[in-house]
């Protein structure tokens, strides 16, 4: 097993390095799904079956991020894309919008904005997401999926706390 304690820099910073290992065929990539991102600490597996242990303590992980770089291999991070529900609304008066963002912040749920569409992670069964959402869209509202680019969901989360000291009842 490898055990990693602390990135060596991005894989734009060790470019010669990493155009060494692509010409070998010995530059392998990590898919980090969203549960491990917000870990300190997990296991994973590279192409030849060797066990990779992650300890990064209070560091988190980026996307690049390089996690090994000797004479046999380059390991690179990557993120899993997310699955979202996005939500395209025609129109929506403030009213609406209000009262959509107060019941998604109920949810607990994070959310994106692209452009004139919503951007919601899928963290539960996709079914009764919909159908909360839908409860509150205006008629003409769609709703479809995709799997986007995990870093939408970033400023979302790294301010934000979502403890608070009263139950949901009361909103």
Do not use: C, Y
């Not at 799904?33 to 060797?50: A, I, Q, W, Y």
């Not at 996307?63 to 390991?75: F, N």
């Not at 929506?92 to 992670?121: I, Y």
């Amino acid at each position: 097993m490898i055990v990693v304690r602390e990135t060596l820099g991005t894989v734009e910073e060790l470019a010669g390095k990493r155009e060494h290992h692509e010409e070998r065929g010995t530059l392998e990539r990590i898919t980090v799904d969203e549960r491990e991102r917000n870990r300190s600490r997990f296991k994973t597996e590279l192409e030849d079956g060797t066990e990779l242990g992650i300890v990064l303590g209070d560091h988190e992980l980026s996307p690049g991020d390089v996690l090994v770089a000797d004479d046999e291999r380059m390991v690179v991070v990557e993120f899993e894309r997310r699955e979202v529900l996005v939500v395209s609304v025609p129109e929506m008066n403030w009213k609406e919008a209000l009262e959509l963002g107060h019941h998604m912040g109920n949810q607990h749920w994070e959310l994106a904005v692209r452009g004139d569409e919503l951007l919601v992670p899928i963290v539960g069964e996709r079914r009764l997401m919909e159908r909360t959402l839908r409860e509150e869209l205006s008629e003409g509202a769609t709703i479809g999926t995709e799997a986007v680019d995990p870093a939408l969901f970033d400023d979302a989360t790294a301010d934000h706390d979502h403890a608070h000291g009263h139950p949901h009842g009361e909103h």
